[in-house]
DNA sequence: GCGACAG
DNA sequence: ATCTTGTCGC
């Protein structure tokens, strides 16, 4: 697929934030995606010579059915390092690279990380969906910022992710009995079909399978 | 000022 | 993310 790029890519923090405060007013949080989805996507990273190659991989499944239907993997100099809020800068570049090759566009994408479950509304799920125009999802494995009661240990239980009076994203239980992943909206998806989405996306791990393909990918040292 | 902190 | 074997539990 072709893409567009939105911006040079920041050398500092403080030019980091500058481009996420200068987008994150384009981000739509409701729903404007093709439906029924025919193509969901997975993007993951890995790192190679102790972090200075960035591996990316995007995995392509046909939906509901999810099988595998194409993947495609990048390798590009690391540029930026991993700093908590600024996920964005170090994985995108590589992950657009990857994204250039496919020749299925997917109708959604689920991110490794957040969406707008982050400090200032802009995580790599909102950064990556505004750049391909793509609705994007974000599904993290850890807690970034936000709150939440505990939930029930069966799976499809979630609840609210809550932060600074805002309705972030939620914490949902893909798997009974294990631990929860946190879902949020990238960019033209709402929190509700997000966690459809994600439900509809996982089968029996934790994980939804489009990440575990990337990841795959993005691991073996091939 | 003191912690917390996606991958 | 990455370095790494066995091991506890359903």
Known sequence: MKIYQRHTWPTTVDEAIKIQEQLQPEV??????????????????????DGAISRAAVAVLSFPDLQLQETSIARRPTTFPYIPGFLSFREIPAVLDALEKIQTTPDIILCDGQ???????????????????IPTIGVAKSLLIGKHDDLPETRGSWQPLIH???????????????????VSSGHRVSLLTAIDCVLRCTTKYRLPETTRFADKLASSKD
């Open 115 to 133: 969406g707008i479950a982050h400090p200032r509304r802009f995580g790599i799920a909102c950064h990556l969906g505004l750049i391909i125009d």
């Open 164 to 182: 600074k009076g805002d309705t972030v994203g939620a914490v949902l239980r893909t798997r009974t009995g294990v631990k929860p992943v946190y």
């Open 28 to 49: 739509i949080t409701e729903d404007n995606l093709k439906q029924p989805l025919q193509y969901v996507a997975g993007v993951d990273m890995g790192f190679e010579e």
